[in-house]
């Protein structure tokens, strides 16, 4: 099977990046972004982000996960402790996030490492998920290789009844990750494929450095 994708083009113009134009801070900058997708109704959700980690195979390995929270210490998700990703950031927490919203023409990519929150953090998040949600933690073995779907259904069905009127805790292997940027580069598509690109790199904790990258 082949299929020749040469003949796909795009021209960015709906935007530009500028140096003058971006506060000193690359948090300050997302938070610009972000509310900006959220308002433009043009990205189904905007909270949807790549992170991509080192496997214990050696390979890496991207997948879809969402942003709950971000702050001026960085950006946090949940997950199994115990699946691919949890077992390949204890081995080596250096990962890699990225947004890519192309209503707007717009990717970011950041660079950093990842820490476990504390436990009553990921306890106050789980509590507020949808009971669902939260019997899906306890069903799925994450990554694991299992049967059939019946299988994952049946075990739902089984915790559904064990906590009919019984209060869900969250299981010791699931929580949250704490990712602090190392860098924060900003992506704006341009004509002819000059885009925008300004990175972001720390000088001490509170201050960065702006620069400028060839498309």
Known sequence: MQKDLGTYRKSYEKSALLEADVADNPMELFE?????TEQSK???EPNAMTIATIGLDGYPKSRVVLLKEFSETGFVFYTNYHSEKGKALAENPQVCLSFFWPGLERQIIIKGNAEKLDQNTSDA?????PKGSQLGALASKQSTVIPSRDFLEDKLHSLEEVYETKKIRRPENWG????KPQSVEFWQGRPNR???RILYTPITNKSWQKDRLAP
């Open 125 to 129: 998040y789980f509590n507020s998920r």
């Open 194 to 196: 000059l885009h925008d």
């Open 176 to 179: 949250g990750y704490l990712i």
């Open 32 to 36: 610009q972004w972000f509310k900006e």
């Open 42 to 44: 043009l990205v189904e």
